[in-house]
């Protein structure tokens, strides 16, 4: 069983930038591919980013392409979402999300493992 524990949300101005982390108990974090999703009230969880387990591989909503730089780091098991530019509408709960697996997917369906999400709010 992975346990997946986000931190690093928060509220912040539009324009501003917020670092998201996640960190894994699995040892085998490097064998796993990792992503962020998120949910506002009231809509459905959506994907924000995705990473192959080296890290070469990354992928993209359209939403945030530009803004948003996911990573992360096997030697610490910690997944990372730098987030700059922020605008109201990323106002979200955010979640990572792991799966073992090679091909980075942008489903929810497609991990079997999630964090409880942290809250980022971006005030209009």
């Known amino acids: 069983q992975v346990q997946l524990v986000e931190s690093g949300g928060g509220l912040v101005q539009a324009g501003g930038s917020l670092r998201l982390s996640c960190a894994a108990s699995?040892?085998?974090?490097?064998?796993?591919?990792m992503g962020w999703f998120r949910q506002a009230p009231g809509k459905e969880r959506e994907v924000v980013a995705g990473i192959s387990w080296g890290g070469t591989t990354t992928r993209y909503a359209d939403s945030v392409k530009g803004r948003f730089t996911i990573s992360r780091d096997n030697t610490k098991k910690t997944l990372y979402l730098q987030m700059n530019s922020l605008k109201h509408e990323d106002t979200a709960l955010y979640y990572c999300a792991a799966d073992p697996r090679f091909v980075v997917g942008i489903r929810p369906n497609e991990y079997a493992y999630w964090g409880q999400g942290t809250q980022v709010t971006v005030p209009s």
């Open positions: 699995e040892r085998t974090f490097s064998r796993y591919a």
